[in-house]
């Protein structure tokens, strides 16, 4: 139990991190593998 609540936490502050980027007009890093924001490399 405590390790999904630690782990829906800290999804939840990347989520508003990449929110308060895009507010910035800040490329968003790769968090976890490339954003949408990225050009499809295929």
Known sequence: MVR???LNHHIHH????SVYLRL???PLPQIYG???D?????
């Open 34 to 36: 490339p954003s949408a």
């Open 4 to 6: 999904a609540f630690t």
């Open 14 to 17: 990347r989520g508003q991190l």
């Open 24 to 26: 910035k007009d800040v």
């Open 38 to 42: 990225e050009p499809d490399m295929a």
